[in-house]
């Protein structure tokens, strides 16, 4: 709160020199900090590269973002009166991190709130709070005054939880799970004694995402789009496809293919540059992972999971599963779980394939390989997801390019690494001078 006014007052050019600073240091420290997420969540090179290279991206998408709201908007003039419309910071940031995306997710809400002029405590999700830490270091060495970004880890349910209370906090920016999101997006709407102001929120949420498989469909990029989108970071991203729907003329062969080639898979050591598929992120994943599995088992058929021989017996490792012949009430028909388990639906039409998508709770990404651009045209218009992916794998947005983010219960609609998210972090201010009379000068 000290550190606030100042920061504010900072020169918008000193801001974002610091933060263009940062991307040069992470740019320098590139595999390092890879190397510092293969060890802390079990990343792959090259999903563990692209978390670093998006959090660059980042830090410099914000800068120049910033730069072009800094004149305001344009208001209409007419003589004798003069209005602007500028932006001006919110105050205290919480920056509520989760830890799949440690270096990106954390570094992008944190970028886009210091860029905007407010200051940033941060609070890493407990399984990357050494990521976090690197983060802070750098912005810090970057020039971030130590009052301006704060390393806060601990425990969610007790230090994000009291940072999301305390009545100094003006905005929370969290990125996590839908229950800890609609908890946030709860607590948010009380103003406790003292409290001069309505919290604002940003929450990012989870999905339960799917990839629609046409009848015309390109099955090698079918395949090879599922299998990356549904195994790779052995599923625990908030954008995987858990849910592959597929048109009953191709669903025979397309099954057997994606059953092939993810029996290929390489699972292990994630620092091993040919593994595929590293371990998930902590044992009570492992659990929960197998727990589904076993429950599928009963009432569905499990078309394949990885032979025990392959999966590396320390650490907690989960090998890729496909689900089929399952009801599309069933739990794990439409609730996100974070693990290499991949659901397949069987439908007869293109209109039954867009309904079975859309009936989940979720809006985050969707995907959608078909031939037919009247078919394309129809997902766009009816597909109801933030982030829609044709012909293409559905996970891996690039800042600026894809920006990214869910509505429904994955999120409030707000597209992150977007033209729109500085906003989230500002208020406008409109100001109307008489420049009539008492001698002020006409412009
Ligand atoms: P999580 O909700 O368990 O934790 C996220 C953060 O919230 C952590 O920092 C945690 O410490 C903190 N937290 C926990 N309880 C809290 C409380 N009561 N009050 C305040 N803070 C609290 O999520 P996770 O396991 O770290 O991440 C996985 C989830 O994140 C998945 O649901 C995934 O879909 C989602 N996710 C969404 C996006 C997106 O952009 N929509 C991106 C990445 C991850």
């Not at 750098?138 to 704060?150: F, N």
């Not at 992120?281 to 999971?305: D, M």
């Not at 996100?336 to 388990?341: A, K, R, S, V």
Request: with cysteine; glycine share 10%.
């Amino acid at each position: 709160d000290a550190a606030q006014p100042r920061w504010a007052r900072t020169p918008l050019s000193e801001r974002v020199a610091c933060l263009r600073r940062a991307a040069g240091l992470m740019r320098a420290r590139r595999f390092a900090l890879a190397a510092w997420e293969i060890l802390e969540v079990g990343k792959t090179w090259r999903e563990a590269d692209a978390d670093v290279v998006e959090a660059i991206d980042a830090l410099e998408y914000y800068s120049h973002g910033m730069e072009s709201l800094t004149q305001g908007k344009p208001l209409p003039q007419v003589p004798g009166e003069r209005n602007a419309y500028r932006y001006v910071p919110r105050g205290v940031a919480v920056v509520i991190a989760p830890w799949n995306f440690p270096a990106a997710i954390l570094t992008g809400m944190a970028s886009a709130a210091l860029a905007a002029g407010n200051v940033v405590i941060v609070k890493p999700a407990e399984q990357s709070s050494v990521m976090a830490a690197l983060v802070v270091q750098i912005l810090r060495k970057a020039g971030v005054p130590p009052g301006v970004v704060q390393y806060l880890p601990g425990w969610g349910h007790e230090v994000g939880a009291a940072l999301v209370r305390h009545p100094g906090t003006r905005t929370i920016l969290f990125t996590g799970s839908k229950a800890v999101g609609l908890s946030i997006v709860q607590a948010c709407g009380y103003v406790g004694a003292g409290q001069r102001f309505v919290k604002h929120v940003i929450t990012e949420m989870g999905g339960k995402n799917a990839l629609i498989v046409d009848e015309d469909a390109d099955l090698d990029a079918a395949v090879h789009g599922t299998l990356v989108s549904a195994f790779g970071y052995a599923g625990q991203k908030c954008s995987a496809a858990s849910r592959a729907i597929v048109h009953e003329t191709v669903y025979d062969r397309f099954l057997e293919r994606l059953i092939q080639a993810t029996d290929r898979l390489v699972i292990g050591d994630p620092s091993d540059p040919a593994t595929d598929l590293g371990p998930l992120i902590e044992e009570a994943a492992q659990r929960r992972l197998k727990e589904a599995v076993t429950q599928a088992g009963e009432t569905a058929t499990v078309a394949y999971t990885a032979p025990a021989a392959r999966i590396p017996p320390q650490g907690y490792f989960v090998g890729p599963t496909i689900v089929t012949e399952l009801a599309p009430q069933h739990p794990l028909a439409r609730e996100e779980l974070f693990g290499p388990l991949l659901v397949v639906f069987r439908v007869r039409s293109f209109d039954e394939a867009l309904a079975l998508a859309n009936d989940t709770e979720y809006a985050l990404t969707g995907g959608v390989y078909s031939r037919s651009p009247s078919h394309i045209e129809r997902a766009i218009q009816a597909f109801d997801v933030g982030n829609l992916y044709v012909n293409r794998q559905m996970t891996g947005a690039i800042v600026g390019r894809q920006p990214f983010g869910g509505h429904r219960l994955s999120g409030l609609g707000t597209k992150a690494g977007g033209p729109d998210y500085l906003l989230q972090v500002l208020l406008p201010k409109t100001v109307c001078v008489n420049t009539a009379r008492h001698g002020m000068p006409l412009e």
